[in-house]
């Protein structure tokens, strides 16, 4: 059974910074390498929203929205990948979903306040 469990949320202020991991387990480790894995966000009465993709090459693909402040990571030798958010806003507030192939986790929440 594949799992992705997410962790690393929680309330921080304005500016600061938050590190995401999403760890993968169940899933052949062939497969994770290759596979692109993904963040995702979703906000009160928001829709689920792309914030960074990684493919198995390591390419990255970032939402205009987090461009420059955030940068996703992965582990191979861990099937684990990371999301490292800087100078967070407000506008971030959100539960962040990991995501790869057809799995998703059960989403980790981000606050934003002060």
């Known amino acids: 059974q594949v799992q992705l469990v997410e962790s690393g949320g929680g309330l921080v202020q304005p500016g600061g910074s938050l590190r995401l991991s999403c760890a993968a387990s169940?899933?052949?480790?062939?497969?994770?390498?290759?596979?692109?894995m993904g963040w995702y966000r979703q906000a009160p009465g928001n829709q689920r929203e792309l914030v960074a993709t990684?493919?198995?090459?390591?390419?990255?693909n970032y939402a205009d929205s987090v461009k420059g402040r955030f940068t996703i990571s992965r582990d191979n030798a861990k099937n684990t990948v990371y999301l490292q958010m800087n100078s967070l806003k407000p506008e971030d507030t959100a539960v962040y979903y990991c995501?790869?192939?057809?799995?998703w986790g059960q989403g980790t929440q981000v606050t934003v306040s002060s």
């Open positions: 169940g899933l052949d480790k062939i497969i994770f390498n290759i596979a692109t």
């Open positions: 990684i493919t198995g090459g390591g390419t990255t």
């Open positions: 995501n790869t192939i057809k799995f």
